[in-house]
């Protein structure tokens, strides 16, 4: 079993909270970390609706099956059977006992329809991510930490980084069960049969939307625009649905946490909210399977390798924001004038670290040109520019403004 960094903010919500929410993609380690909980604590009765008769008890008398529960309890699946929310609130509204509750989803309740306020207040909500780098090799990343508070980068330090071992990190994808395989054929059939899964069962049970053979075509087209502006028209077009029907889809692969939608960074609030996010998909090895993509395949197209590592730093850094005790917020940056910056982290009052990602092992002056526009329309705010790249050198290109091997992430 990994050791995962989200292990201690779970113990600290269990401690104050009558309900914890455990969420993310199926495959993550949800439940392994869940039965963890439940074998240390030794007080846990353990529920799953991946079990039929469980399921079927469930839905055919959810207020009966809440109130006969042995407590505390983990419920695993818990989106399986949407009608235990509101039994569960109305029993937390009497005991408000801490960690009474332990539920596990590969889907986002609060994004189902009707059950976003039902335990508002009363729920403590956790992401879990597939594996993160420093996860795989066993120690814990602190890049967050050093970026917002200043400590000094190690500049002219070198560290083992390459294209070629950031692309192999990328093809193995941060879920367990794809980290272990020990070749990508393996890993194809796995992911094959992780998306049937996933379409087949979890899609069904949350919507009730028509055609959803167009749900893998629609996939491999975002896994193309990977790093774009997210152009809802057109790719309504392009797989030749209506908009209205599109938008449910995308809704519904960000619900399943296949997909994930990064907003745009604005000094005006109200100008985020109406800025196109960009897209990203929720693991690399995924990515890359859908573009039906090898490593040497990879290596030969230049946009498609650089989708890849933009969207493996992208997963990253989101991974450490799930833990990180800091309040950050990840948007990306694009200007009138086109200028953008790939990733902006907003963090407590306002400061920014910019962050460009590059595939290349070389930098010039003139890869920062995003990173100095932001830094003068931000003034006081901008803490710091880093360029991370494939070299394997940490250099400064001016003021507040550096080049960093992407290793430097859990480095």
């Known amino acids: 079993m990994y050791k995962r960094h989200l292990e201690e903010q779970l113990w600290e919500a269990l401690g104050f909270m009558p309900i914890v929410l455990l969420r993310g993609?199926?495959?993550?380690?949800?439940?392994t970390l869940a039965k963890a909980v439940c074998a240390a604590e030794g007080k846990y009765n353990y529920i799953s609706f991946d079990h039929l008769p469980s399921l079927g008890a469930a839905k055919d008398d959810p207020v009966?099956?809440?109130?006969?529960?042995?407590?505390?309890?983990?419920?695993?699946?818990?989106?399986?059977?949407?009608?235990?929310?509101l039994p569960i609130k109305s029993d937390v509204d009497v005991n408000r006992i801490p960690g009474r509750y332990l539920l596990t989803g590969s889907a986002d309740p609060l994004l189902i329809p009707k059950l976003g306020d039902s335990l508002a207040g009363r729920m403590r909500l956790l992401n879990l991510w597939p594996l993160s780098q420093g996860e795989i090799e066993g120690k814990k990343e602190g890049f967050l930490e050093r970026v917002f508070e200043g400590a000094p980068l190690k500049i002219g330090s070198t560290t083992s980084c390459s294209k070629e071992s950031i692309l192999q990190r990328a093809i193995k994808g941060g879920y367990p069960s794809s980290v272990r395989l020990d070749s990508e054929s393996q890993r194809h059939f796995w992911i094959n049969d992780y998306i049937a899964l996933v379409l087949q069962k979890d899609v069904m049970d949350l919507s009730r939307i028509e055609n959803l053979t167009q749900m893998p075509h629609l996939l491999m087209l975002l896994a193309s625009r990977v790093g774009g502006l997210l152009n809802v028209e057109e790719l309504a077009r392009s797989v030749k649905l209506s908009t209205m029907t599109l938008h449910r889809y995308l809704g519904l692969l960000n619900t399943l946490f296949l997909i994930h939608l990064l907003p745009p960074w604005s000094k005006n609030w109200g100008k985020r909210?109406?800025?196109s996010p960009k897209v990203?998909?929720?693991?690399?090895?995924?990515?890359?399977?859908?573009?039906?993509?090898?490593?040497?395949?990879?290596?030969?197209?230049?946009?498609?390798?650089?989708?890849?590592?933009?969207?493996?730093?992208?997963?990253?850094?989101?991974?450490?924001?799930?833990?990180?005790?800091?309040?950050?917020?990840?948007?990306?940056?694009?200007?009138?004038?086109?200028?953008?910056?790939?990733?902006?982290l907003e963090g407590p009052g306002g400061n920014l670290v910019a962050i460009e990602v590059k595939s290349s092992e070389t930098i010039s002056s003139e890869d920062f040109k995003g990173l100095r526009n932001l830094q003068e329309a931000a003034a006081n705010k901008f803490i710091h520019g880093i360029l991370l790249y494939c070299g394997n050198v940490a250099l400064p290109f001016g003021d507040k403004l550096t080049a960093l091997p992407i290793t430097a992430l859990w480095n």
Do not use: C
Request: aromatic share 10%; glycine share 4%.
């Open 25 to 31: 993609a199926r495959q993550t380690g949800k439940t």
């Open 273 to 275: 909210l109406v800025k």
């Open 280 to 344: 990203y998909l929720t693991d690399t090895a995924l990515q890359i399977f859908l573009l039906n993509m090898d490593s040497e395949r990879l290596h030969n197209d230049s946009r498609i390798l650089g989708s890849v590592i933009e969207n493996f730093v992208i997963l990253e850094l989101l991974k450490q924001i799930s833990w990180s005790k800091k309040n950050v917020q990840m948007f990306h940056y694009r200007d009138y004038s086109q200028h953008e910056v790939d990733i902006v």
């Open 64 to 85: 009966g099956f809440i109130s006969r529960l042995e407590k505390p309890v983990i419920i695993d699946e818990i989106q399986r059977v949407p009608e235990l929310f």
